[in-house]
């Protein structure tokens, strides 16, 4: 059963850079059938796609928000990461990392979800 | 991109059948068949329901069923349980070799 996990700081301050790790257990991260992504939702509000991340190292970034992104993939620890920079109070979300199949672009898998406050 | 359109919210009673739309563009949905639905109850992560337009993976109850028709997706939940009260999404892939997510709808059981 493939699991993932978000991890890191819960708070974060303006116009600083949002780091966060996805540690992917019980399946490989480098088989090419499948991709890593990360997906991000405000409080009250829908589900944004941010970006993905094959384990070639090739990304797809969500254009609004390509300037901001990198999407990083460490396939020895089975981990990706996210940085997001110059956040605003708009980036205040839950974040998700998720498992997307190659072809079929669906994501079959999801973390439980990790809250980011951006705030001073 | 813009998010695929979905209506905010839907209802029904048990038993009853309802039909959440989902409409893009002719550089989403409407060019591939690259649609999945998603199921969140509060408070949770977002279940996978239905992949390749019409597609149900294993476990997921055969009263969810999907389609599409030019550039709008649709997933229709026959037969309403209590328990499919919860919000849901569609998500697309698209021309730029994105995804995007609809605008999500809420389902009532009433």
């Known amino acids: 059963q493939v699991q993932l996990q978000e991890s890191g700081p819960g708070l974060v301050k303006p116009s600083q850079t949002l780091s966060l790790t996805c540690t992917v257990s019980g399946g490989s991260i480098s088989s090419g059938s499948y991709y890593w992504s990360w997906i991000r939702q405000p409080a009250g509000k829908g589900l944004e796609w941010i970006g993905r991340i094959y384990s070639s190292g090739s990304t797809n970034y969500n254009p609004s928000l390509k300037s901001r992104v990198t999407i990083s993939v460490h396939t020895s620890k089975k981990q990706f990461s996210l940085k997001l920079t110059s956040v605003t109070a708009a980036d205040t979300a839950v974040y998700y990392c998720?498992?997307?199949?190659?072809?079929?672009?669906?994501?079959?898998?999801w973390g439980q979800g990790t809250l980011v406050t951006v705030s001073s | 991109q813009s998010a695929l359109t979905q209506p905010p919210s839907v209802s029904g009673s048990p038993g009853q059948s309802v039909t959440i739309s989902c409409t893009g563009t002719?550089?989403?949905?409407?060019?591939?068949?690259?649609v999945s639905w998603y199921q969140q109850p509060p408070g949770t992560a977002p279940k996978l329901m239905i992949y390749?337009?019409?597609n149900r993976p294993s476990g997921v109850p055969d009263r969810f069923s999907g389609s599409k028709s030019g550039n709008t997706a649709s997933l229709t939940i026959s037969g309403l349980h209590t328990e499919d009260e919860a919000d849901y999404y569609c998500?697309?892939?698209?021309?730029?070799?994105?995804?995007?997510f609809g605008t999500g709808t809420k389902v009532t059981v009433l």
């Open positions: 998500s697309s892939y698209t021309s730029s070799s994105t995804l995007v």
């Open positions: 998720a498992r997307g199949t190659t072809g079929i672009e669906n994501f079959d898998y």
């Open positions: 002719s550089s989403d949905v409407g060019v591939y068949n690259r």
């Open positions: 390749e337009v019409s």
